[in-house]
């Protein structure tokens, strides 16, 4: 029960993407009093780059809370404790006074996506929250963005005494302790049981950011040091000395906010971003698949797991759309921004009513500054005349990049079916359209991996348009809840401060005193039986289109490396020198195999290759597997050089394993590389089975930047070859061990050539070995475990109903038996 003399109130923080927010919460009831919002600006120097100045959120922090009380006319004195929660991973640099250096790397910041694959490529057991392993895994994350700072900004890392978050940035201010939060460290630092990632940081020789870390972590509740210092309390307008409560990430701190604590609840949070967090049970806290994050482990008092889900940009399309309208600035979105954090603050007095904060319908950015009422209540209307599907109209909301389930930082907002008879409601409904598919397919992606939710509770700027709310549940085809306090992060926030201050035994007593609900809303059956043609045409657009937007990639900026002029190709060159990070050259990876799976373009349409090869691409194929023939080693005759050139002008970022099924293979191997051929296999039968024509061919190979490997037909003995790469262990990168004889696709499988395979493996953990023939999603569980990391696939993928699920079926069979292959030094 509540403490019988506690003080009335306390302070619930939101430190949002748009603005900070303040909340006063009646700590008895937990409904709220009043809130006060002050915007702040964010730049997006480069494409995909998203910044802000730290100090504009301390600042905007100290206006909302003193406007909230003043309006609200509460003393400082009945203020019992408070909470902050902030955006996240929204990483910044601080000297040893605890001031930025350096602009922060906002949380839907894309730069970092090139260190994303040097983190993946370590393979450390980390990264099972990475869609259990597998990845990819998110440039939103704190390790790739520090990780950039360091690679992309040396000098400013070595300056940096301490590299936070901004919630360890505000909980500085407030208290002068530097402590991290057990939340964000668990879903979004890779941490394993409150303990730091030694060995994942070690393989990226980034160890030395444990010392710029936080040496403390603190569960969200647990108070903070002493409470406000007395510097921070007059910046507030606060007593000194008021608690402090840890928070968290906002989204998961509104799960408290909306009481999703129960196992099967799963929590739609949205705003600028969605995010769709699910509690699992303690049977299932070590829940992992593709397509997800999670499951994290303790990431909030009393929950033993949250699976996780999320959409970049959702409210921030909309508000995108409103200011593309709107605005008189030449297209410059930020220009209307208060930086100061002055006199666009709102506030909103409910004298202990029912209702929340500042009602918005900016279509999800509860954090934003105050919306134009007129033109969203006109546009809403207009787009409630607009038919289900928009008459063809299909938006991609992946304009700051897609979170799940594809994890693809590079990918990038589309609109497909635009006519003349579409106007401005069309594209707003499309909009919301859009947001809601991406929601639908990350509860399918969910459902995939065995987690189904029994209760979706919604909160945020969603729930204050009812136009929204609804496509939402008839999309999904889910009945959605709602409460009687939609800013949950705040709320959240405030049930953690009631905890700390002694208010309530633990949190979820505070749970069940201060959050209320207020209904449901319900699918339309005929509605949600017509959104089915828009949908499946959502889902195949990012398929289709997924090639095309790469040039949008976010450049490197300035970078203050004497080697680096700032561009990606610079960055490239640098980077493929890292331990784990994919190069033509030919060395290994240090740490760990790869699953690598590489489409056969034999089986492919021969006339329509360029066709087939966009689709293997969007498709997620590893490599392209293209076989030249010359008909006279084997009885078939193929492609050249000249068609892998074409190859390679139509996907650049493809890498191209060309097999050479020819007499004379060392003919072909300069053109090859003039054409743009990543790797060349040549028979060991074509060099006689002569150990110094292999060699020197293979060096051939590797000087013109190709990597070289060999292949061996299924009679052949592999004796020779173990003996070469014994004696010169980088002489090949690759072995290909075929499992039918060359020349024809479509023969089936001979499992006589495993016994080899074995042997190789055995002798040579770290070498890539590859399989070629009659591989299916049958047969690749024999592969994978004699020891096979690289398979070839024709039919098996090109001739299935759903050629994604195939390719991903085989990756997911060889990743199953790579990790006694893994523990390398």
């Known amino acids: 029960s509540v403490r019988a003399m506690a003080p009335k109130y306390v302070l619930g923080v939101d430190g949002g993407t748009g603005g900070i927010r303040a909340g006063l919460f009646d700590v ?27 100090r504009d959120w301390w600042l905007c922090l100290g206006k909302s809370t003193r406007r909230v009380l003043a309006e609200t006319g509460v003393k400082p004195e009945s203020v019992v404790g408070m909470c902050c929660d902030t955006t996240c991973c929204t990483v910044v640099a601080l000297d040893e006074k605890g001031d930025a250096i350096m602009p922060s790397i906002l949380w839907m910041d894309m730069r970092a996506a ?26 939103e994350w704190m390790i790739p963005k520090a990780l950039w700072v360091k690679q992309r900004k040396p000098l400013l890392w070595e300056s940096a005494a301490m590299i936070c978050e901004y919630q360890d940035f505000l909980n500085l201010k407030l208290t002068g302790k530097y402590m991290a939060s057990g939340n964000n460290v668990a879903v979004r630092w890779h941490f394993v049981d409150g303990e730091p990632p030694v060995s994942l940081l070690e393989k990226l020789e980034l160890s030395d950011l444990v010392d710029k870390w936080p040496k403390r972590v603190v569960a969200p509740g ?32 509104a799960m408290l906010g909306l009481g999703v604590v129960s196992p099967g609840q799963l929590a739609l949070i949205t705003g600028s971003s969605h995010l769709h967090l699910g509690v699992v049970s303690h049977e299932n806290k070590e ?8 499951a994290y482990r303790n990431a909030l008092p009393g929950v033993s797991g949250i699976l996780e889900g999320g959409q970049t940009s959702t409210g921030s399309v909309v508000r995108w759309y409103k200011e593309l309208l709107t605005n008189t600035n030449g297209g410059d979105t930020t220009a209307n921004t208060n930086t100061d954090g002055g006199d666009t603050t709102t506030t909103t007095n409910t004298n202990g009513g029912d209702t929340t904060a500042t009602t918005t319908t900016n279509g999800g950015d509860t954090s934003a500054d105050a919306p134009d009422d007129d033109f969203y209540a006109k546009i809403t209307e207009q787009a409630k005349q607009v038919p289900i599907g928009c008459e063809g109209l299909i938006v991609q909301e992946h304009f700051q990049g897609n979170r799940t389930p594809h994890v693809d930082a590079l990918s990038r907002g589309v609109l497909v079916g635009l006519t003349l008879k579409h106007g401005r409601a069309h594209l707003f409904r499309a909009i919301l359209e859009g947001v809601s598919f991406g929601t639908r397919l990350i509860f399918e992606t969910m459902a995939g991996v065995g987690y189904t939710p029994t209760e979706v509770v919604v ?43 002694g208010c309530y035994p633990d949190v979820p007593a505070a749970v069940k005193a201060m959050v209320h609900f207020s209904g449901v809303v319900t699918p339309n059956e005929e509605a949600h039986a017509a959104y089915a043609s828009a949908y499946a045409a959502y889902k195949a657009t990012y398929h289709a289109t997924k090639h095309i937007g790469r040039g949008q990639a976010p450049r490197g900026g300035d970078c203050d490396v004497a080697t680096a ?6 960055a490239k060159r ?72 074409r190859l390679k002008s139509l996907a650049s970022d493809a890498f191209l394993d060309c097999h050479l099924s020819c007499s004379d293979p060392g003919s072909l191997v300069k ?44 009679s052949t003995p592999i004796d020779a070859i173990v003996f070469m790469l014994k004696t010169s262990p980088t002489v090949f990168d690759m072995v290909l061990c075929l499992s039918v004889e060359p020349g024809f696709g479509g023969q089936p499988f001979m499992p006589a050539v495993l016994p080899k395979v074995k042997a190789l493996r055995e002798a040579f953990p770290r070498l890539n070995i590859q399989m070629d023939g009659g591989v299916n999603l049958k047969t690749v569980e024999m592969c994978a475990a004699a020891g096979v990391n690289v398979v070839v696939a024709g039919s098996a993928v090109f001739g299935a109903s759903d050629p994604e699920q195939a390719i991903a079926g085989l990756r997911h069979a060889l990743q199953a038996e790579l990790p006694g292959y893994s523990d390398y030094e």
């Open 28 to 54: 008895k009831t937990g409904v709220p009093v009043g809130f006060a919002n002050t915007p702040y600006k964010t730049t997006h120097p480069e494409p995909g780059y998203a910044e802000q100045n730290p």
């Open 114 to 139: 090139e260190q994303t694959e040097q983190v993946l490529a370590t393979s450390d057991p980390a990264l099972r929250v990475c869609c259990g392993g597998a990845g990819p895994v998110s440039a």
């Open 222 to 253: 647990d108070t903070i040091g002493d409470g406000l210092t007395a510097k921070a309390a007059t910046h507030l307008g606060l007593a000194k000395g008021t608690p402090v409560a840890q928070g968290g990430a906002d989204a998961f701190i």
């Open 287 to 294: 829940m992992v698949g593709p397509g997800v994050f999670g």
């Open 459 to 501: 909160a945020g700027g969603t729930t204050q348009s009812e136009l929204w709310l609804q496509i939402h549940a008839d999309v999904a085809g889910i009945p959605f809840r709602k409460t009687k306090c939609h800013d949950a992060p705040a709320l959240g926030c405030a049930v953690l401060a009631a905890v700390a201050a």
């Open 565 to 570: 002029k700032g561009d990606v190709a610079t």
């Open 574 to 645: 640098k980077t493929n020198d890292s331990p784990g990070v994919p190069s033509r050259k030919p060395t290994r990876n240090k740490n760990r195999l790869t699953a690598i799976v590489a489409p056969s373009l034999l089986a492919a349409d021969q006339g329509n290759l360029s066709s087939e090869v966009a689709r293997m691409v969007c498709f997620g194929a590893d490599w392209l597997h293209v076989d030249i023939m010359d008909g006279h080693f084997v009885p078939n005759l193929t492609i050249g050089p000249s068609v892998v050139a």
């Open 671 to 714: 053109s090859l590389a003039e054409a743009g051929a990543d790797s060349v296999t040549f028979h060991w039968e074509a060099v006689d089975c002569d150990i110094r024509k292999a060699e020197q061919l293979a060096l051939k190979i590797q000087a013109l930047g190709m990597r070289a490997a060999i292949a061996v037909k299924p």
